[in-house]
């Protein structure tokens, strides 16, 4: 495991776009820009969909790619989610912060992208935010983010161990929410029926 990391040390941190006016979208836009709502409860970002917009071509920095993390700054949820494929010509808008990783050898994108939701990380940031009137994290703040980093076959497992329980909680849901479904209308129709029976 490599000790004593911060943020700053395996990646690079940038602020998103800042656009000065309300976002316009344009079927025949250039320019593809990611957004709070392009991020999923599953911590990643669904590029399917993506607003286009008109805009002269910002310089190369700002655009993303696979492998990307976007970081929700502002408001009461602070984790980040993964790009997993490459988008064309698409940014970030602020206050979303982009994580690229510097240092592949060392960290898994998915791996960061799991740690910034546990507990240790977490803890960290509220600590951060305590005392600004605006739930925001800054960049600084960010960069300053102490990591655990075990090995890349640790990081690995730990991310497929992490999918494989999503998926599961995710048809736990599923089956609760059917489960639910069909007692809800079993419960209805039994008082209907005994509705019936007591006008008869």
Known sequence: ????????????????????????????????????????????????????????TPKEQHFVRKGDLLFRSRGQINTSAVILENPEEAIVASPLIRIRITNPEIVLPEYLNWYISQTDAQRYLTSVQAGTSVNMIRTQQLEQMPVHIPSLSIQKNIVELAALSARE?????????????????LLTQIAKEDENNEKN
């Not at 250039?30 to 991020?39: A, E, G, H, R, T």
């Not at 736990?172 to 479904?181: F, G, V």
Request: proline share 0%; glycine share 6%; net charge positive.
């Open 169 to 185: 909680r995710t048809i736990l849901n599923t089956l609760a929410e059917k489960r639910d479904k069909y007692i809800s209308t």
């Open 1 to 56: 495991m490599v000790t004593g990391i911060k943020i700053k040390d395996i990646a690079r941190i940038q602020m998103g776009y800042s656009f000065r006016s309300k976002l316009e979208a344009s079927e025949t836009g250039n320019i593809k820009v990611i957004q709070m709502k392009d991020l999923l409860d599953d911590n990643i970002v669904d590029c399917n969909g993506l607003m286009k917009i008109e805009m002269q």
